[in-house]
């Protein structure tokens, strides 16, 4: 399987992961940051949350790991959480800020 079908995976998988709080996925949110696929198909994302002290965080987290761990040909799978750069609505995509009436 090529890294782009697989990354194409992964982000489907991202994209039916939410905050409970709010009606937008994780993807469209921007709150992952990169995805990383090494040679033997394990996968590292960096992410982050809308607030440092999200009730959630160890939920979304979870389910970000689950969801990519059950993808076919994946290995392995680490979430890192960071905060650096700090989320701004500016991440969102169109879509999301159109959903939460941002635009």
């Known amino acids: 399987m090529s890294e782009v ?3 194409d995976q992964i982000e489907e998988q ?3 992961v939410y905050d409970p709080e709010i009606p937008v996925n994780i993807w469209e949110l921007g ?3 990169a995805i990383k696929i090494n040679d033997d198909n394990a996968v590292n994302i960096d992410m982050t949350l809308t607030a440092p002290g999200c009730p959630v965080a160890g939920d979304i987290i979870r389910e970000v790991e689950e969801k990519v761990r059950n993808l076919e040909s994946v290995t392995d799978v680490h979430v890192h959480l960071t905060f650096d750069p700090p989320w701004t609505k500016e991440m969102m995509s169109e879509e999301a800020k159109l959903e939460l009436g941002f635009l």
Do not use: F, K, Q
């Open 31 to 33: 709150l992952v940051y």
């Open 5 to 7: 079908t697989l990354r």
């Open 14 to 16: 991202l994209r039916t």
